[in-house]
């Protein structure tokens, strides 16, 4: 177009002097024809105004309908992520309500952490059963029944997921996005509703990462018109009826007529006028909206608005100014023929005039960002407006004689050429096709070309393609962004638990393909909680990424590696026959993240727990064997940890046995059946009971009496040793503050209670409390605690001492080493376990008990004898010269009041 107008320019400059001008044209016709000419100037600069114009418009609708496509998408796998999980929790509850263990599911669907703010479940009549989070004090009574998804759920025996409004939560106060689904008891009867609190802030700051433009949108919405989530957000915006608002006109009145759509509407909230584009969500009540700004897509327009303006008065004025030379030029050539050099003048004056167009309208080309380019029938580019420098780095001049199929990302080339063929067929008029081209420097950008056809003003004929071409990168990274945010987890980068059960729905369909075998391996690291607790999070994080690193680099490249949430790991072993190849890998991922990690200078070690479920090519439920692998994993950590095991039929069963045992244990806390016994302590000089050592009870109602040794490895492994413990230290201490004489009181303290923060306060307390003086307590501690973190434990133990409280070590000889241990901390008693005393008349033990007894006495420690049962064995440790004595030979562990009579018997017996 450009060229073709410079060459007429020559040929007219050519003539100039040789031609005179337009010889038969009237005055009348001159008039005329400038005015045409005026008027079909401004027709095009009118006509490409308007088509700009729609452009940009159209071109918006697409994006917003692009942009609302990957947001329905990703708020989809959001809330179906959220309903998987309580579908699981459904399920596992209709199938044995009794056995369902709410708390369990909890802990491991960490993935809802984040995104939920809390998970509750209510029975059938709308009273608080469990929840992630208890109820702030006070709260405790409060009923759901009011809750339009407590209402509808309980009327419709099959309903699926409930989407409720946003509204105020009753555990925080805070508004939450509430879905629901029903629970069923056997016979069908209503159960009761499980509850999924979502973040509405959290989808609010996922929509934000969504580029809209400053004055953009990104809205969800319900069926009823109300308000879930928003980006921006407003004032109280959950409690608005949108429907209402915009009644007749905003995106109710559209979906009426289809399920997703675009529109323009000025909103009520902030009266932007606004393109929208709108979808519904999968098959869920809900609808988002993404609206782009009108005022802020037109800006480019209005600049183009601006200029053509100038060009057209200009071309307008020059028209004019042809115009009256032209006449006055009629009137010499008829006055005399002399006048023949002043029309060649004329003609010189229009050849200027024409350059003045020419400049005009290049002067509007070459001041739009986009690259305008003109290519003959052939799309080989002709004319390159300067914007390419920007764009794609080169020169125009380079790009002249050049066809665009050379500038484009291979993998999008075919279905270019595909776009370029229908044009040159054509098939179609105008294009418009987004694909990578390669910018000069090498770098690969989107960009998005429209294409429209040109024909030849006399003919008609199709002589060209004038095509605009954009930089789209930023807009494309973004919707990539989306995609990728969805499926993978932020920390580190590994799929998360959707983009995991796709891969195990492709496993699966894979291995029935080929017929081959495959693992799922569910892995928990052991001690990172302390670490979290200790290092803090950061360090936490850390870490994390790090375990992510070396599963990643163990795991072959067929292989997924996922994080499903928290510290929780699992992996797809593809092409896995045999159990041996699955135990191998899991061998080498133990060994791999048993190696100390490096955190900031600070060295971690911990250990990482795995359960595998072997897979074959028949399995039909992939959801059943991460089941399967977790309650594999559950074993595993309940058999030691650092290990791994194979799920086996007929584990869920005992699993679930534990799991009870574990409620009934958090049930007991709560309501007292804790009881403490109280086990007298001889001196073996004086034969006086000196003190007492507190042993736990637990009175189960229907088990009767359960001995310690039954649930506090339990109560270790859950952590609920924490409060069980500090609970014995108060009550012991309460106790012991009422007996006469000084008597003292032995506690025993868990190893897991020194992991944790808090036991050095719990003594304070226990004392404070009591008034008990702090030389009458005794703790009594294994060996266990000084093989975890011995330095930390030894500058505990050096504190509590400094307290006044006295230290024990106890069940003395059952360890691996216990020599060294008595030299990393100066005890004030050594407890020879009760397995010693046993075999005291074997010659072996007796030496034991001796060399224990000379180095107690070397050390200046009270050495006392547990279990003596028989008069021999009390006459055998007082002859090795043990201390003290304790054993049912004397009495067994007594409930309060008896140990006082005991006491009582004991004093009046000696008065
Ligand atoms: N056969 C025989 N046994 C005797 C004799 N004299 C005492 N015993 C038993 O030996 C155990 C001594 O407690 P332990 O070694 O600290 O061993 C305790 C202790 O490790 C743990 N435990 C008990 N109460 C607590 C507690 O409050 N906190 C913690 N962390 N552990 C506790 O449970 C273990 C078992 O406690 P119990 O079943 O009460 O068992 C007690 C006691 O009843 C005897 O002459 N013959």
């Known amino acids: 177009m450009f060229n073709r107008t410079a060459r007429s320019t020559e040929e007219s400059g050519h003539i100039n002097s040789a031609r005179p001008s337009a010889p038969g044209w009237s005055k009348d016709g001159l008039i005329l024809a400038t005015f045409i000419a005026i008027s079909l100037v401004w027709a095009v600069l009118g006509y490409h105004l308007h088509s700009l114009k729609q452009t940009i418009r159209e071109q918006t609708h697409r994006d917003v309908t692009n942009i609302s496509i990957g947001v329905e998408k990703h708020v989809e796998r959001l809330l179906v992520g959220v309903d998987q999980v309580m579908r699981f929790i459904v399920d596992d509850y209709q199938n044995d309500p009794e056995a369902f263990d709410f708390a369990a599911w909890l802990r491991r669907s960490t993935s809802l952490e984040g995104l939920t703010t809390q998970v509750s479940m209510y029975n059938a009549a709308g009273e608080l059963q469990a929840s992630r989070t208890p109820p702030a004090p006070g709260l405790a009574t409060f009923h759901v029944r009011d809750r339009a998804y407590f209402q509808a759920l309980s009327a419709d025996p099959n309903p699926g997921l409930y989407v409720d409004r946003t509204v105020r939560g009753r555990f925080t106060g805070r508004y939450v996005l509430q879905t629901a689904r029903r629970l069923n008891r056997r016979d069908g009867s209503f159960a009761g509703v499980i509850v999924t609190s979502i973040d509405p802030n959290y989808l609010s700051n996922q929509f934000k990462a969504v580029d809209v433009g400053s004055q953009g949108s990104i809205g969800l919405f319900g069926y009823d018109g109300y308000i879930r989530a928003r980006y921006p957000q407003i004032e109280d915006m959950y409690e608005r009826n949108v429907a209402s608002l915009n009644a007749g006109k905003g995106v109710f009145a559209h979906l009426a007529h289809a399920p997703t759509g675009t529109y323009e509407l000025q909103s009520p909230f902030d009266q932007v006028t606004r393109v929208f584009g709108y979808r519904t969500v999968g098959s869920l009540p809900l609808i988002v909206t993404v609206g782009k700004s009108l005022e802020e897509v037109m800006l480019p327009f209005w600049d183009e608005q601006r200029l053509a303006i100038v060009a057209g008065l200009s071309i307008t004025a020059l028209l004019l100014s042809l115009l009256a030379l032209r006449l006055r030029a009629l009137k010499r050539d008829r006055l005399h023929a002399a006048a023949l050099a002043e029309a060649n003048q004329t003609l010189y004056e229009k050849e200027k005039i024409a350059r003045a167009a020419e400049a005009h309208f290049r002067l509007l080309a070459e001041n739009t960002t986009d690259v305008i380019i003109w290519c003959d029938s052939d799309i080989t580019h002709k004319y390159v407006s300067p914007a390419v420098r920007n764009v794609l780095g080169y020169e125009p001049e380079e790009l002249i004689g050049t066809r665009p199929l050379r500038f484009v990302h291979p993998d999008d080339a075919e279905a270019y050429a595909r776009v370029l063929r229908d044009l040159t067929s054509g098939r179609v008029e105008q294009a418009v096709t987004a694909q990578r081209y390669r910018r000069k420097d090498g770098v690969d950008i989107w960009v998005e070309i429209s294409f429209s056809v040109t024909r030849e003003a006399v003919t008609s004929q199709r002589d060209g393609y004038v095509a605009s071409l954009r930089d789209i990168t930023a807009r494309k990274e973004a919707e990539l962004q989306i995609a990728h945010m969805a499926t993978h987890d932020a920390l580190t980068g590994l799929p998360n638990r959707l983009l995991f059960r796709d891969r195990l729905s492709q496993e699966r369909a894979n291995a029935k393909r080929h017929g081959n075998g495959f693992a799922v391996l569910a892995c928990d690291l052991d001690r990172f909680?302390?670490?979290?607790?200790?290092?803090?999070?950061?360090?936490?994080?850390?870490?994390?990424?790090?375990?992510?690193?070396?599963?990643?680099?163990?795991?072959?490249?067929?292989?997924?590696?996922?994080?499903?949430?928290?510290?929780?790991?699992?992996?797809?072993?593809?092409?896995?026959?045999?159990?041996?190849?699955?135990?191998?890998?899991?061998?080498?991922?133990?060994?791999?993240?048993?190696?100390?990690?490096?955190?900031?200078?600070?060295?971690?070690?911990?250990?990482?727990?795995?359960?595998?479920?072997?897979?074959?090519?028949?399995?039909?439920?992939?959801?059943?064997?991460?089941?399967?692998?977790?309650?594999?994993?559950?074993?595993?950590?309940?058999?030691?940890?650092?290990?791994?095991?194979?799920?086996?039929?007929?584990?869920?069963?005992?699993?679930?046995?534990?799991?009870?045992?574990?409620?009934?244990?958090?049930?007991?806390?709560?309501?007292?059946?804790?009881?403490?016994?109280?086990?007298?302590?001889?001196?073996?000089?004086s034969d006086e009971a000196v003190g007492f050592e507190a042993l736990l009870r637990w009175q189960h109602p229907v088990r009767g009496m359960v001995s310690p040794a039954d649930f506090i490895p339990l109560a270790e492994e859950t952590g609920l040793i924490t409060t069980l413990g500090a609970w014995a230290l108060r009550e012991a201490c309460r106790e012991a503050a009422s007996w006469p004489h000084d008597l003292s009181v032995a506690v025993n303290v868990s190893a897991i209670q020194f992991q944790q923060p808090g036991l050095e306060q719990s003594v304070m307390h226990a004392l404070s409390a009591s008034g008990l003086p702090a030389r009458r307590l005794e703790l009594e501690i294994t060996e266990s605690v000084l093989m975890q973190d011995a330095q930390a434990v030894v500058a505990c133990l050096h504190r509590l001492r400094g307290l006044g409280v006295r230290i024990a070590l106890d069940d003395f000889g059952t360890g691996y080493s216990s020599l060294s241990y008595l030299r990393q901390f100066p005890f004030d008693k050594i407890k020879i376990d009760r397995s010693f005393i046993r075999e005291i008349g074997d010659p072996d033990a007796a030496a034991i008990v001796r060399a224990v007894v000379g180095l107690g006495t070397h050390l200046g420690i009270a050495i006392t004898a547990e279990g003596v049962e028989t008069r021999e064995q009390l006459d055998q440790v007082r002859s090795e010269g043990c201390t003290e004595v304790q054993g049912f030979l004397f009495s067994q562990p007594l409930p309060a009041l008896d140990a006082l009579r005991f006491i009582d018997v004991r004093l009046s017996s000696a008065a």
């Not at 593809?574 to 135990?583: E, F, G, T």
């Not at 039909?620 to 309940?638: F, G, P, R, V």
């Open 529 to 685: 909680k302390a670490v979290n607790d200790k290092l803090g999070h950061p360090a936490g994080d850390k870490l994390l990424a790090l375990v992510a690193e070396r599963l990643t680099a163990e795991a072959r490249d067929v292989d997924t590696v996922a994080r499903l949430g928290g510290d929780e790991f699992a992996i797809i072993l593809s092409w896995v026959n045999d159990p041996q190849a699955a135990s191998l890998a899991a061998e080498r991922l133990i060994g791999a993240l048993g190696r100390p990690f490096d955190i900031d200078g600070v060295t971690v070690s911990i250990g990482v727990s795995i359960g595998i479920a072997l897979a074959s090519a028949e399995v039909e439920n992939t959801d059943s064997l991460l089941t399967n692998a977790d309650i594999a994993l559950y074993k595993a950590k309940s058999t030691g940890r650092n290990t791994f095991r194979f799920y086996e039929a007929g584990m869920d069963a005992m699993v679930a046995k534990r799991t009870n045992l574990e409620l009934d244990l958090r049930d007991a806390l709560q309501r007292g059946d804790f009881v403490l016994h109280y086990q007298p302590v001889i001196d073996l000089a």
